[in-house]
């Protein structure tokens, strides 16, 4: 399937696969080091099996075949899986949801002798609903919260009845609240079965409330940065050369655009070139390849001690991360061969506006059938451009 200079070769590919097969194929990332095969994680970014990334694969796979857009289930959990609570908590209500908690009246359904009532109250049937609301110990809990004038209606419903309707008359913040309480009762329920220690009502909720702020608290998601990266382009320090590397997509295409210009501390340019990549890659996947191909144009022409530079802050993060089974690994494994041979001094992140020439070289290459190569010359689809990094 692959072509000279390890390209795919697009001709084999769709005369040997199905159509369905053809995007996926030439979407794959090829380095240059020819090895053996490995086996990578698909649903971690890094390509390593982690079981929190097991249980996220599990849980999707549930959702996505019990919560179709046609079902009425759909909005509920999408709620659930958003939920700001720890993932346990989420399995736990998941599983409660679907009537398989390990409540006495299940563990006997499945063949285990245990006596069926409740363990706290020895009076009723343990069942999902008793256990979490019914039960005079998690009763008590609830009546102490806010939630309990909605809630004290709704006790005698099925617990999977019961979610649906609550998640239509509280927010989200309140319904993980109310779903954290649950999980907090189940794990006080345990604690009487396992170990025979049955805490106070009231110092339970206090505690719960308590952890449930301090988890908020420590796991918060911090508003998303934004870009630090210049504004407008800068010169490299004297006795170094500034690559400015980007890629052009557009969802759909076959190809991709590639654009790389090098500038000397005076920013003159060194060399410039804009080509097409055939492969239907993500902009991420995009933006590594603009970069391998940068400095293997850097090393082609012969310069050394270079800044790289691109708006692309995804990519710097992860040149120094170890994804060696990831999608990108094999390019970043030739990124970091290349950085050694052109003695790189860093990646930098800038904002679009810093990196115009580069861009504009890119959607110059997307647009184009060879590979454009300019060295001590301007092109002058990117004139203009170089005229105001200069001058800014």
Not at 20 to 49: Q, R, T
Not at 146 to 158: H, S, T
Request: charge should be neutral; proline fraction near 5%.
């Amino acid at each position: 399937m692959l072509g000279r200079n390890r390209v795919w070769d697009k001709n084999k590919i769709e005369s040997t696969l199905w159509p369905v097969d053809h995007e996926i194929i030439s979407g794959l990332p090829l380095g240059n080091a020819v090895g053996g095969d490995k086996w990578a994680w698909y649903f971690d970014s890094k390509g390593i099996y982690k079981v929190r990334s097991g249980y996220r694969a599990i849980m999707d796979s549930q959702w996505s075949e019990s919560s179709s857009s046609d079902s009425p289930d759909a909005l509920w959990w999408r709620k659930l899986w958003r939920l700001p609570i720890p993932l346990k908590a989420r399995l736990f209500v998941w599983r409660a949801f679907h009537e398989i908690l390990p409540t006495m009246v299940s563990l006997r359904s499945r063949g285990i002798e245990c006596d069926v009532v409740c363990p706290r109250c020895q009076a009723v049937l343990e069942s999902p609903s008793h256990a979490i609301f019914d039960c005079p110990f998690s009763y008590m809990v609830w009546k102490k919260s806010r939630f309990w004038k909605v809630l004290e209606n709704k006790r005698a419903m099925p617990f999977a009845d019961f979610l649906r309707s609550l998640s239509l008359e509280i927010s989200l913040d309140d319904l993980a609240l109310v779903c954290w309480l649950a999980w907090k009762l189940w794990c006080e329920r345990n604690k009487v079965v396992h170990r025979g220690e049955a805490g106070d009502p009231q110092t339970i909720f206090d505690l719960s409330i308590a952890s449930f702020g301090e988890w908020q608290a420590l796991n918060r998601s911090p508003s998303q940065p934004s870009a630090v990266g210049s504004n407008v382009w800068s010169l490299p320090q004297p006795g170094c050369f500034k690559l400015n590397i980007d890629a052009s997509v557009i969802p759909g295409s076959d190809h991709i655009g590639i654009g790389a210009v090098i500038r000397d501390e005076k920013g003159s340019i060194l060399g410039a070139m804009a080509r097409s990549v055939g492969g239907s890659f993500s902009p991420f996947v995009a933006e590594c390849l603009a970069l391998r191909e940068g400095l293997r144009f850097a090393k082609e022409i012969e310069c050394v001690d270079i800044e790289v530079e691109t708006d692309s802050i995804n990519v710097v993060s992860t040149v120094e991360d170890n994804r060696e089974l990831s999608l990108e690994g094999p390019i970043l494994e030739d990124v970091k061969q290349l950085f050694a041979q052109v003695r790189s001094t860093g990646i930098h992140h800038i904002r679009r506006s810093a990196n115009l020439v580069a861009n504009l070289l890119a959607r110059f290459g997307f647009n184009s059938n060879c590979i454009n190569v300019w060295v001590n010359e301007i092109p002058s689809v990117v004139s203009n451009a170089v005229a105001i990094d200069i001058i800014d």
